[in-house]
Nanobody, 118 residues
Framework: QVQLVESGGGLVQPGGSLRLSCTAS????????MGWYRQAPGNQRELVAV???????NYADSVKGRFTISRDNAKNTVYLRMNSLKLEDTAVYYC????????????WGRGTQVTVSS
C-alpha cells in the first residue's frame, strides 16, 4: 500500500526557516509530479509548489523567492525549504504525488502543521 508521510513542521518566528520532507513508501514503479499544498483555517487548500520527475518547478506567487522545492528520486522524497517565513504562511502543509503503482493515482499525506508566530 502506497503512503506519503510528511515531517519537519513546527513553530517558527517570522523571518525564520523550516524544511519539510515527504517520503513515499510501498511498491512504487515511478513517481511523476510531486508537490506541496497548504490549507489555513477557513481557507481552501492551495498549491504551494510542484516539481516534475525531471526537476521542473512551479511556485505560487506568494512563495516565489522564499520557498524552494526539490526531490530525491532515489529516496522517493520531496522537500520544501521555506525561508523568510511570514505569519500568513501558517497552515497545514500537505504532500501530494502522482504515483505509478498497482493502484496508480494521486496520493496525499496526512499533513504537517507549520505555525509562524512571534
Amino acid at each position: 500500500q502506497v503512503q506519503l508521510v510528511e515531517s519537519g513542521g513546527g513553530l517558527v518566528q517570522p523571518g525564520g526557516s523550516l524544511r519539510l520532507s515527504c517520503t513515499a513508501s510501498g511498491t512504487i514503479l515511478r513517481i511523476n509530479d510531486m508537490g506541496w499544498y497548504r490549507q489555513a483555517p477557513g481557507n481552501q487548500r492551495e498549491l504551494v509548489a510542484v516539481i516534475t520527475s525531471g526537476g521542473g518547478t512551479n511556485y505560487a506567487d506568494s512563495v516565489k523567492g522564499r520557498f524552494t522545492i526539490s526531490r530525491d528520486n532515489a529516496k522517493n522524497t520531496v522537500y520544501l525549504r521555506m525561508n523568510s517565513l511570514k505569519l500568513e504562511d501558517t497552515a497545514v502543509y500537505y504532500c501530494n504525488a502522482y504515483i505509478i503503482a498497482s493502484a496508480s493515482g494521486g496520493y496525499w499525506g496526512r499533513g504537517t502543521q507549520v505555525t509562524v508566530s512571534s
